[in-house]
């Protein structure tokens, strides 16, 4: 079974809501994040969280629109999309954060699962 697994993505217009759940299945105080790809680019950095919580990024084009959040009890984090644009389109990622490197680099996180898809369309 994969560690991390995603649920709660969907097809949306422009100007819609989803909310992204990610369960793991054991107790971790890695910063945990979520990534989005599209077919034939790079996966793009879109939010993360340390273990308490205290210390949040998100990609500047999210910024105001999302929101990350972790509930250590259920060993989970969301990621609440608010006013959700066609660019925000594409398969979602929940990872951890393994590598001390930039937030930004795909190298730096693993336990990359399946993935939950978004499409926002009109």
């Known amino acids: 079974q994969a560690p991390l697994r995603e649920s709660g993505g969907g097809s949306v217009q422009p100007g819609a809501s989803l909310r992204l759940s990610c369960d793991a299945i054991d107790q971790t105080t890695y910063t945990k994040g979520w990534f989005r790809q599209v077919p034939g680019k790079e996966r793009v950095f879109v939010a993360s969280?340390?273990?308490?919580?205290?210390?949040?990024s998100y990609a500047d084009s999210v910024k105001g629109r999302f929101t990350i959040s972790r509930d250590n009890a259920k060993k989970a984090i969301y990621l609440q999309m608010n006013n959700l644009k066609p660019e925000d389109t594409g398969v979602y990622y929940c990872?951890?954060?393994?590598?001390?490197?930039?937030?930004?680099?795909?190298?730096?996180?693993?336990?990359w699962g399946q993935g939950t898809q978004v499409t926002v369309s009109s």
């Open positions: 990872v951890y954060k393994t590598r001390v490197g930039p937030l930004q680099a795909s190298s730096e996180w693993g336990y």
């Open positions: 969280i340390n273990w308490n919580g205290r210390d949040i």
